[in-house]
Structures are given as structure tokens and as C-alpha cells.
């Protein structure tokens, strides 16, 4: 699918078809766009396990379940758990096994050289001593990683270039830690819910965001970047831009496929 | 400062150290006798050897086991190349320089020319 | 750009033509694009800014730099900066994001919404985020003597930064898609604060340096990653993923994955554009 349609078709799914599996051809493009996204120092702060609604227990799912995504778990065919692996920048300094900037392979590939200042002394005798080791010894920190989350972001297109509904939501950690077997040194990033979806693929229209000005600057944070509407009629064409919720029928799609799914629902009034 | 020529430069252990690190990076092609003689200039022009200059920006760690950076000393030579490449009007010059202390592991950064 | 083909020409680029600004419908393009990012628990966490290399002063860019990220930022002609707003969790605790979720259909009765879940619960969920034990203090430097630094829960920074990288994956992608070259690179956050002037409240990343490349696409190659089965499970941690060489194929003759680094002519490369610009080898 064309980049800009797969952006513009991201929805907080909400409906997935439970009678239909997931293929797992898709969910491994899943993880091999995650694994291709940016990283710091080259390094693999991202970690994910897969799991299948139908190979758990319903003692089991109840164990993953927050409120946010309660009915997520019982309805969505596949459940990704992304994790931020807190101690993999210690493994990738202190074993080496993996090509990262603490291994020195980004200079052995022309990512980073003398032009730049680098050099293979400069990591072993700056770069690692100055940058990447101060700290380790406190131990694992939780507090969130951004190379997670991008990694986990990058995958979520993918399910959504796959033709997959997803919806990111929170999962309970210490349920997956006894479902999963997870290591004390993850820490979660969301649970990405997925399956086919059961409302139609404008599942309700795009959804409100704040106003753009208020999100973007220019120079200085006092500044708002100017909103050229040239550009987003470019980008309306282009697919990013979508008709924005709520699509005139949506209510009454949600009863029907509310219904369809034995989910709670309101009947129409006569 | 006397006493410094291209023998005594080719011998020190920064100086074998920088073309070996240059070769593996780039091939045995790239290093040339004129690479020699423009750091000699610049030892000259510093007062230094090439190992004293090392000496000088990287200092044993805590644990004497890894070397870590004198950033003060780092900016002094900084300039000091910057002064080098002005003295011979070559950028070509201040690289070389620069390029030799890269490999030994001092970062130097001169700004892009456009 | 097909999806797939974007994810597989991303690159970190670290050379850039210099004097050549990249058009502002391209910014705006790419803006547009983390607009449309999926929210971390619905909090407007997100704020972006574009600055234009050209328009900070000599000493700004000085002060920006660090050792390793002179050359970069001497190159790309626009930064982008990414921050979280921790602050916006408190606004999300009133659940106004939810409501309005709800008005329009995203939000459901079908998954328990209602206004009682909103306040009783959802927004209850939020507080118990901010209000995590675990405390931390937002280590911004305080121009001037600002006081104590003010104290965020982890949990707050784990979301803060999980949506930072959502909005850094869609730009990267976005600026791929539009022919531009972009890495995430370092520079100074006190420097940047006082540049910048962002409030004590955003959380700061690293931004994206952007420009048009002046490195040839490939970049040497896809850059190596460790093998498939040390990063993805399956059922429980420790039993790896299974990856199947048909899906790998597919990704390769889709252009996601390609052909990995060092190709041949890369040194070669890396030393003519040293020349270029004047940088040494």
C-alpha cells in the first residue's frame, strides 16, 4: 500500500472478526518491520512476544487484561507484547555478540568513520567509557525507551499495509509476566491488538487530534509551524488526510457490529 | 623543537597505529609518504611528538585499564591544527592532522567547507 | 512510495548537501504524517519543532554541538525536535480526550465506555500513571536557577517516551517518502532549551537531522542487525519466533529488506565525500 494511505488509514481499531486467524506470514512482516526501524547505537531495545488468543486459557487472558483492553484480549485473534528490553545496551557492551556501535562494526560499515571523528580507538576509548557505560551499574531502569516505542511503530504500519486492523492498548504486566515468562528486565511498551476488522476500513473516520498549530513550532516553541492548506490537499489526495469522525452511519454500524459480536450495545430507539 | 624528522615520526607507536588503523578503514593505498611528512610539519609546528600529543588529549582511566579523553586538551589541539592549516593556507594539511588523531581515538571536528 | 519499499530505504544518513533547504510542503508533509500518530492512551503528549539550521547564529550552533555530531549538524539544513509534554497527563486525567472519543463513535459502549468508565476508571487509570511511586526528577538544566528540578513518575516517562518514538518512526518514514535523507542524532538539550525555549514540562529526544542526501541512497547497505531470533517469541519468552525464509523473500522482493552493508564501493564513498566537504579521513 502506498506510505501515505497506510498512515492516513490508522484507526484505534476497536472490532475485529474473532472467527478469522490471522495469517502468520503477516505477523512476521510485523516483526521484520519493527526490527529494520532506527535505533541507538544499533542497539536492540526493542523486544516483542507473540501470542494467540486461542492458545490461551480464558484464566490466562483475564491475567493480560487492563480496562483499556478488556475486550481487546477476548476479541482480537493476535496479540504482539512489545517490550523495552532495559538491559540491552549492558549485553551489547559486555558480550559484543551483535553488530552495534559498542562492537565497533557502524565504523566497519561506513555508518560512522573519521570523517565524523570516529574511529575505532575513539569508541573503545570515548565512546564506550564516556557514553554508554556510565550508568550500568545502577542496573536496569525503567522509564521508557523512544527506540521502543519506534520500533513498535514502524510494526503497527506494517499491520496496517497488511490490510490487519491494530489497536495499541495497555496490557497488565505482571499477568503477562506469569503468561509469558517475560524477564524481570523488560518492561512494557503497549500490547498491539490485531485481526481483520469487522466495521468497514473508514472505521469511523479519522479521529480528532488537537489543533496542528498547537502541536508544531517553528524556530522557537513560541512560534506555531503555519499550516499550508495547498499541502494538505496534496495529502487528502494522497490518502494521509480522511474524512474525520464521525462518518454519518457509524453509530449505527457500531450497533450492528456490536451485535454481530455479542458485544454490549444499545438498540436503536423507534 | 629539534629532533623530530619523518624516521622518528614513522616509528612512534601513534603514528603505526593511525596507518594501520587508515588501511584497514581504507586499503594500504591510502597511506602515502606524504601523510608522513605533513604530520612531521605539524609535530614541528607543535612542539610535540606524535605519542606525546596522544599523551596529552587521552589519560588512563581509573582502573589504568581504558584511556579517556582530556577534553580541554582535545580543544587545545583543536585550535592548534586550526593555526597549522592557516600557517600552510591547506585544509589538506589540518586534515592530515586531524586525521591522526581521529585514528588514536581523539575526535577533532572541523567545520564542513561549502 | 510503497509502504514496504520506505521501511526498506531507510537509513540513518549522516551526509547532507548543505545548501540545499528542504522545501517546507516536504516539512509540512512529514508533520502532517506524525499528526496522524496513533496516541499513547489518548494523551497529547506530542509537540514538534522544525528549525532551520540557517537562521540559528554561529554560537547557537556551536553550543548545539557535541563532540561526535559536528559534522551532521554543519550539513543537515533543518532539525527536527521531538518533545512530550508530561504535563499533558494531567489534562488527560480530566478525560475530556476520552469524551470526545466517545461523541464520535471511536469509543464505545460495546468495550465498557460510558461516562462512569471515563471517571471512575479510564481517568482513574491515568492518575494512577502520574502518581506512580517510582519518582524521577525531568533533569532539564535550569537556565538562570530555576529551583528544583520537578519530580515525574517513571511510569509518566515510559509512556512520554513511547510516544516520542511513534512520532520519530512516522517522520523518518515520512521523510523517506519524500526523498529526503534524516537521522536521529544528539545534540546538546541545554543548548536546545535555550534555543528553543521549550517549557521545563517537555520531556526532549533526539531530534532528527533533515536534509537532501548527499550520500548515495544505499548508504553502504542495510544496516546489520542481530539475528531475527533473539529479539521476537512466540507464546512465551525464550521459544523464538520461527521465521519463515518465504516471508523473508517476499519482504526482499517487496524492497523492505535489502542488500546489507558494506557494499564494495562504500569506504571509497565515505572518503570522496570527506573531500567534498572538506573533512578529514
Redesign the interface.
Known amino acids: 500500500m502506498d506510505f501515505y494511505r497506510t498512515v492516513g488509514n490508522q484507526r484505534a481499531e476497536q472490532y475485529f472478526l474473532p472467527w478469522r486467524p490471522v495469517e502468520r506470514q503477516k505477523v512476521q512482516v510485523i516483526l521484520e518491520a519493527g526490527r529494520l526501524a532506527s535505533r541507538a547505537v544499533n542497539t536492540a531495545f526493542a523486544k516483542a512476544i507473540v501470542a494467540y488468543r486461542d492458545s490461551l486459557t480464558a484464566a490466562e487472558r483475564e491475567k493480560l487484561k487492563t480496562p483499556f483492553s478488556a475486550v481487546l484480549v477476548d476479541t482480537a485473534s493476535v496479540y504482539l507484547f512489545w517490550y523495552h528490553d532495559m538491559d540491552a545496551r549492558r549485553v551489547a557492551i559486555e558480550e559484543r555478540k551483535w553488530p552495534t556501535v559498542a562492537s565497533g562494526a557502524l565504523v566497519d560499515i561506513g555508518a560512522l568513520g573519521p570523517p565524523h571523528g570516529w574511529s575505532h580507538r575513539y569508541v573503545q576509548n570515548v565512546v564506550l567509557p564516556e557514553v554508554l557505560m556510565p550508568g550500568l551499574d545502577a542496573g536496569p531502569q525503567r522509564g521508557g525507551n523512544a527506540d521502543a516505542g519506534l520500533a513498535m511503530a514502524q510494526g503497527l504500519l506494517a499491520a496496517l499495509d497488511e490490510g490487519l486492523a491494530a489497536c495499541l492498548a495497555p496490557f497488565d504486566e505482571a499477568g503477562a509476566k506469569e503468561v509469558l515468562r517475560t524477564p524481570d528486565t523488560w518492561e512494557p511498551v503497549m500490547g498491539m491488538f490485531l485481526g481483520y476488522p469487522a466495521d468497514s476500513a473508514e472505521a469511523g473516520g479519522q479521529e480528532p487530534r488537537p489543533p496542528f498549530e498547537s502541536m508544531f513550532f517553528e524556530q522557537h516553541a513560541s512560534e506555531p509551524f503555519a499550516r499550508d492548506e495547498q499541502v494538505t490537499k496534496r495529502l487528502e489526495g494522497a490518502g494521509l488526510i480522511q474524512r474525520p469522525a464521525p462518518v454519518p452511519w457509524r453509530e449505527k454500524e457500531v450497533r450492528a457490529v456490536s451485535r454481530m459480536l455479542g458485544l454490549p450495545h444499545e438498540e436503536a430507539q423507534p | 623543537m629539534t629532533g623530530i624528522d619523518v624516521a622518528g615520526v614513522r616509528s612512534a607507536e601513534s603514528v603505526r ?1 593511525w596507518l594501520s ?2 588501511q ?4 594500504a593505498r ?1 597511506n602515502n609518504e606524504s601523510l608522513l611528512e605533513t604530520l612531521t610539519r605539524f609535530c614541528a609546528f607543535a612542539g610535540k611528538t606524535p605519542d606525546e600529543m596522544v599523551d596529552d588529549c ?1 589519560k588512563p ?1 581509573k582502573a589504568g585499564e ?4 582530556r577534553t580541554r586538551a ?1 580543544r587545545q589541539y583543536m585550535e592548534l591544527v586550526e593555526q597549522f592549516e592557516a600557517a600552510n593556507a591547506s ?1 589538506d594539511d ?3 592532522a ?2 591522526f588523531l ?13 | 512510495m510503497e509502504f514496504k519499499s520506505v521501511v526498506g530505504w531507510r537509513r540513518s544518513i549522516r551526509w547532507f548537501d548543505p545548501w540545499r533547504e528542504p522545501e517546507r510542503e516536504k516539512i509540512q508533509s512529514i508533520l502532517e504524517a506524525v499528526y496522524r500518530a496513533p496516541r499513547v492512551l489518548e494523551v497529547d503528549f506530542l509537540h514538534l519543532g522544525v528549525v532551520y539550521r540557517d537562521r540559528l547564529s554561529h554560537e547557537e550552533m556551536q553550543t548545539l554541538k557535541t563532540p561526535t555530531t559536528t559534522a551532521q549538524l554543519d550539513m543537515a539544513p533543518v532539525y527536527i525536535f521531538f518533545f512530550a509534554d508530561v504535563q499533558a497527563l494531567e489534562e488527560a486525567c480530566r478525560g475530556q480526550n476520552f469524551r470526545e472519543l466517545m461523541r464520535v463513535g471511536v469509543l464505545n459502549r460495546s468495550h465498557g465506555w460510558s461516562e462512569e468508565f471515563v471517571t471512575n476508571t479510564a481517568a482513574a487509570y491515568l492518575e494512577s500513571v502520574r502518581d506512580a511511586e517510582a519518582r524521577v526528577p525531568l533533569r532539564l538544566p535550569a537556565p538562570g536557577g530555576e529551583g528544583s528540578p520537578m519530580l515525574v513518575s517513571r511510569e509518566t516517562l515510559r509512556l512520554a517516551r513511547t510516544a516520542i518514538g511513534i512520532a520519530q518512526a512516522y517522520a523518518l518514514l515520512a521523510a523517506v517518502e519524500e526523498g529526503l535523507g534524516a537521522q536521529l542524532s544528539g545534540v546538546s538539550v541545554a543548548a536546545a532549551r535555550g534555543i528553543l525555549g521549550f517549557p521545563p514540562t517537555w520531556v526532549p529526544s533526539s531530534p532528527m537531522l533533515l536534509g537532501y542526501r548527499a550520500e548515495s541512497r544505499e548508504a553502504g547497505g542495510q544496516r546489520p542487525r542481530e539475528p531475527f531470533e533473539e529479539d521476537f517469541f512466540e507464546l512465551r519468552y525464550g521459544h523464538p519466533f520461527y521465521r519463515e525464509p518465504a516471508v523473508v523473500e517476499q519482504l526482499k522482493a517487496a524492497g523492505m529488506i535489502q542488500e546489507p552493508a558494506l557494499f564494495p564501493w562504500r569506504m571509497e564513498e565515505i572518503r570522496g565525500l570527506a573531500r567534498k566537504f572538506g573533512l578529514p579521513d
Open positions: 597505529r588503523s587508515r584497514e578503514l581504507w586499503g591510502s587521552l582511566g581504558t584511556l579517556m579523553l582535545r585544509r589540518g586534515n592530515v586531524r586525521s581521529i585514528h588514536n581515538g581523539i575526535a577533532m571536528n572541523p567545520g564542513i567547507l561549502t
